[in-house]
């Protein structure tokens, strides 16, 4: 069993949706919850964390963790087609530094 | 410059070629990263310096060498590749890799292809 499991997609919506993007996890240990974005041909970049469990919201973005269920999402509302992109997970405990990622969710904003 | 950067965007080499791949960070940050990304797969940690030092060797062949000559320079040497090591290979950075929240932020990658 992977540590971190992403549907890697492609997943498809018309512009103005609201998207759901998920990953669940195994080890209860993490504590740091991140997304980051991936556009074609550039390196990921760090959208939103969390610490524990609840969630944060940025602007159109919204990151919710459920420790209890080992489940974290990042909802994006009003989609725009510039929000077309790889959506990177990754995670990390209090005590060592190394991401776990998932496997990222390839999503395209249809006009 | 700015940020992270990487040098050659795209690389093609045969199994018996040598080749070097450079990153460059423009941040002053403490820690430098090599991941190997290939598609529908997670990132692969490959390598990590901090402050000069490897720290962590991710069980990567020995045909990946890593260089770290000062903070802001990181090598990665590449020799007798095989084909299933054609991917994306990215370089981050980072301010302190000492736990909990340390926002990595990467270059746009190498475009590898072995042949």
Redesign the interface.
């Known amino acids: 069993q ?1 540590e ?1 499991e ?1 549907d ?1 997609g492609p997943l498809s919506v018309p512009e103005g949706a609201i998207v759901s993007l998920n990953c669940t996890y195994s080890n209860s240990a993490f ?2 919850f ?1 997304w980051y974005r991936q556009y074609s ?6 959208l939103m ?1 969390t ?1 524990s469990s609840g969630n944060k919201e940025d602007g159109r973005f919204t990151a919710q963790v459920d420790k209890s269920s080992k489940y974290i999402s990042l909802f994006i509302r009003d989609s725009q087609p510039s929000d077309s992109a790889t959506y ?1 997970c ?1 995670m ?13 969710t390839k999503l395209i904003i249809k006009p | 410059e700015t940020g992270v950067t990487q040098t050659p965007r795209h690389l093609v080499m045969g199994m018996t070629n040598k080749k070097s791949l450079k990153c460059e960070q423009h941040l002053g940050h403490n820690a430098m990263y090599w991941y190997k990304q290939s598609a529908k797969k997670p990132l692969e940690l490959m390598f990590v310096y901090s402050l000069e030092e490897r720290v962590e060797n991710n069980s990567v062949p020995s045909r990946f060498s890593p260089e770290c000559p000062n903070s802001s320079h990181l090598f990665l040497h590449l020799h007798t590749l095989q084909p299933e090591d054609s991917a994306l290979y990215l370089c981050a950075s980072s301010q302190d890799p000492a736990g909990g929240l340390d926002e990595q932020f990467f270059g746009p990658g190498t475009r590898l292809t072995v042949l």
């Open positions: 992977k971190v992403q890697p504590q740091y991140m041909r550039k390196g990921p970049e760090l964390y610490y990177l990754a990390s405990t209090d005590s060592n530094y190394q991401l776990i990622w998932g496997a990222g």
